[in-house]
């Protein structure tokens, strides 16, 4: 999914994007690191991360690689931003990491974040979710089938509930209206553009109304979808 967390190897890297890869293929994926600090192994290996990307940095390095698309058919983002986000982080958490890394500010607020993840719990048959912070939409998460969502939504619910703790973004951005509907058509009405994926399908990236996001798209299924609500300044 993009916006997980790999852990180890000589730095910790999130993915830019969603990709599907088939059984026993091989690919590249398209990554930003999340620890300017540390050129060195801690492990030969990449690990799985309990996270993901905090919502707000996901919805700003998901901007950065539309530019990165449209300018190049590259799903590079920008790495400066994605490391000044991360002191922004550390800043307004009141953390400081040796490394500048992202995981150092989310263990540091990992107490916090559980309480989230540990009250939400997603129902049979679900298979997304729209998340509101203080009355306000701030996006949604689709996924094709249910025990993928099952299985990572504990992950979502932390990427948008670190913002609300730590107030990262949470007042600049969001669609202040309780209406789904409303919000589900700015999601209809968006401007679409499609490229061919690092996996399997197509990664589609959509733009509207104070909205933007990004789909993977297989076989004319989406197996992940992320919509952001964006405040009327972005």
Avoid at 11 to 17: A, F
Avoid at 63 to 91: N, T
Avoid at 138 to 160: C, Q
Avoid at 211 to 221: F, P
Wanted: aromatic share 8%; glycine share 8%; charged share 20%.
């Amino acid at each position: 999914m993009g916006g997980e967390e790999l852990l180890g190897a000589k730095q910790n890297r999130v993915l830019n994007t969603s990709v599907m890869v088939l059984p026993s293929v091989t690919i590249d994926v398209p990554v930003s690191c999340t620890e300017q600090g540390r050129w060195s192994y801690s492990s030969e290996n990449f690990r799985a991360s309990p996270t993901i990307m905090p919502r707000n940095s996901r919805m700003k390095n998901k901007r950065s690689v539309d530019l990165s698309l449209e300018a190049r058919g590259s799903f590079e983002g920008d790495q400066g931003a994605v490391w000044d986000d991360i002191s922004v982080m550390q800043q307004r958490a009141g953390v400081s990491s040796k490394t500048n890394a992202m995981r150092d500010v989310i263990d540091a607020n990992w107490s916090s974040i559980s309480e989230y993840t540990e009250a939400f719990q997603p129902v049979d048959g679900q298979n997304g979710a729209i998340f509101l912070a203080n009355g306000a939409i701030t996006g949604m998460e689709l996924f094709s089938k249910e025990d993928a969502f099952r299985s990572i939504f504990p992950k979502i619910v932390g990427s948008y509930a670190f913002d609300h703790i730590t107030n990262t973004g949470a007042q600049e951005t969001g669609i202040k209206e309780a209406s789904v509907d409303r919000f589900l058509q700015r999601l209809t009405r968006s401007s679409r553009s499609t490229y061919p994926s690092n996996g399997e399908g197509l990664d589609l990236r959509f733009e509207g109304d104070r909205i933007s996001g990004a789909a993977l798209v297989c076989q004319g299924e989406i197996i992940h979808l992320s919509a952001y609500a964006l405040s009327s300044t972005s």
